[in-house]
């Protein structure tokens, strides 16, 4: 049977947004809830990181291929 079909042939539900992030600080937690809650507007995300382009660019010319 296909790893994405349930028992029974049918489809397995997606996982849903996680409701409790434990693992997080609590102002990351209230970070989470607020976004969550659309407390700055629509579907606003984050980035988890910036990256500096001009510099990944550099060193990725610096390494062989």
């Known amino acids: 049977m296909p790893a994405n ?5 049918k489809p397995a539900a997606a996982p849903g947004p996680a ?3 434990t693992l997080l600080t609590k102002q990351e937690q209230q970070l989470y809830r607020d976004l969550k809650q659309q ?3 629509q579907n606003v995300r984050l980035e988890q990181e910036r990256i ?10 610096r390494t062989p291929a």
Do not use: F, I, M
């Open 52 to 61: 500096d382009w001009a510099a990944a660019w550099s060193v990725l010319q």
């Open 39 to 41: 407390r700055w507007g």
């Open 5 to 9: 079909l349930a028992r029974g042939g």
């Open 19 to 21: 409701t409790e992030l």
